[in-house]
């Protein structure tokens, strides 16, 4: 079956005001599709609300067909995110926390699931080590590793290459390729414009709270391209 | 459920709170019942008198000043750890983690009590036998059927005082911190006490469990006490609830 996470115009309003507006987002399967935009744009919101982290005041997002309150726990467990923090506990050994993530996602091999994604992400000298007492960086992988441990469908990932070396987003670009060559869905959110552009088929523009609209990967000068589509909504929104 | 039980038993296993709130509960409560019978031999009236029932130097005595502790620390001690079990995944953002899972977060929170409870219930058990192990040390002597039946309550007052701090595991989900279920938990304790001053201990769930073992179970009935059930499964429900409703919105 084909997994699917569908946002029908989304919407959260904070108290502020601030919040996400009017989202409509279909993550399509083998597509990587990257969301960027300024700080404060909505990014980690509009990734909250698609993963019921946040209730929408307005519209729907659906898992699989299903309404996120009532999907199912098998619809769940095909999901992999990384959002603002890695589940990673400090008082445990990285290979611990794998072992843990692995539990709870029902994965049915979990020696194997965790041996995998250890050598996927390069944590093979770090696994016996506890967390608190990694670098920000490794902590980041085993975050991405408890994400994509259990070869989910849909993988929500936001700024993934946070803190990792180069080295670590060489392994985390070839991971997503490979997972979206495979059929996943994969969203992921970054400031870094260049290193979307080299994997993601497609980027989605958020400024505001609202998707504003999308940059094509191959466009030269990228980021310039992306400054003039905020620039512009900017002024729209002022008059 | 196994999973889960399984990730929050290794979690307390592995932390520093964990070991230090069973060292804290088993070896402090009985080191400082075990200091209060030295103080026994001074020859200090007010002293003698500070002591209570431990001043009679015997297994009753110092069994029921162990209660005493329990009543107070040991509700403490176990609150601390409740507080961290549910706060830390706000304070460490794990919280995020426990979002798009194929375990319900309710579930989860479950998880959380069982471990809790199961831990209490170590907990209580391992503090009756430091007793008998610090009474025995002390040359207290033999045993007798009434001291078995207080030593029986001191282990019942650890499990009670454990559900009865389950309010906590609310006010740490609510506040989404530790320190918000460190001081309800203060609170608790407060509320415990003035409580009983005010003659209300029986009737009051928080304070009932100590009142019955200091009083070697004569001034709370068994219905009383059994209303610690119900105090200490609305508060496991309404956590739980609280945990299948909260929303990362803060």
Redesign the interface.
């Known amino acids: 079956m084909t997994a699917s996470l569908v946002a029908s115009r989304a919407t959260r309003v904070f108290a502020s005001g601030a919040g996400v507006f009017d989202l409509d987002l279909e993550l399509v399967h083998g597509q990587i599709l990257a969301l960027v935009g300024l700080n404060g744009a909505g990014k980690s919101t509009l990734m909250r609300v698609l993963l019921g982290m946040l209730r929408t005041d307005r519209g729907e997002v659906r898992l699989d067909g299903h309404l996120l309150s009532d999907a199912p726990t098998r619809a769940w467990a095909r999901v992999g995110h990384l959002v603002e923090y890695p589940l990673a506990y400090p008082e445990l050994s990285a290979r611990r926390n794998l072992e843990l993530n692995a539990r709870l996602r029902g994965v049915v091999d979990i020696e194997a699931s965790v041996g995998r994604i250890v050598t996927e992400l390069s944590l093979e000298q770090y696994a016996s080590r506890r967390v608190r007492a990694l670098s920000l960086g490794n902590k980041q992988r085993v975050g991405l590793a408890a994400a994509l441990q259990h070869d989910p469908s849909i993988i929500v990932l936001d700024e993934p290459t946070n803190s990792l070396d180069p080295a670590g987003v060489i392994r985390l670009r070839e991971s997503l390729l490979r997972r979206a060559g495979d059929g996943a869905v994969v969203l992921v959110s970054s400031h870094h414009l260049d290193e979307v552009a080299r994997i993601a088929d497609r980027i989605v523009v958020m400024n505001a709270g609202r998707l504003i609209g999308e940059l094509d990967p191959a466009t030269p000068e990228i980021e310039r391209a992306f400054f003039e589509s905020v620039r512009v909504d900017g002024e729209k929104a002022a008059e | 459920m196994k999973?889960?039980i399984?990730?929050e038993a290794?979690?307390l296993a592995?932390?520093?709170v964990g070991r230090v709130g069973s060292i804290a509960i088993v070896i402090g409560i009985s080191v400082l019942s075990g200091s209060m019978l030295l103080a026994v031999h001074s020859d200090d009236p007010q002293l003698l008198a500070k002591l209570g029932p431990v001043a009679s130097g015997d297994w009753t005595g110092f069994l029921l000043g162990a209660a005493q502790i329990t009543g107070a620390g040991g509700l403490g001690g176990f609150a601390v750890v409740l507080a961290w079990m549910f706060g830390r995944e706000f304070g460490?953002?794990?919280i995020?983690?426990?979002?798009?899972?194929?375990?319900?977060r309710s579930t989860i929170a479950l998880a959380k009590l069982v471990v809790y409870g199961t831990w209490t219930v170590a907990m209580s058990v391992l503090l009756g036998l430091a007793l008998m192990l610090v009474g025995t040390i002390a040359g207290l002597g033999g045993v007798s059927e009434d001291n078995w039946a207080t030593l029986a309550r001191q282990v019942a007052l650890g499990v009670m005082s454990a559900a009865i701090t389950l309010p906590v595991a609310l006010a740490a989900t609510l506040s989404r911190s530790v320190l918000g279920g460190v001081s309800v938990a203060i609170g608790l304790v407060v509320v415990a006490q003035v409580s009983v001053i005010a003659g209300l201990g029986g009737w009051m769930p928080l304070a009932a469990p100590a009142l019955w073992a200091v009083s070697n179970g004569t001034e709370v009935s068994p219905i009383q006490l059994l209303l610690v059930l119900p105090f200490g499964g609305a508060s496991a429900l309404a956590t739980s609830l609280a945990w299948q409703r909260i929303?990362?919105?803060s």
């Open positions: 999973a889960a399984w990730a290794v979690k592995g932390s520093t460490d953002g794990t995020t983690g426990l979002f798009a899972l194929p375990v319900q929303q990362l919105d």
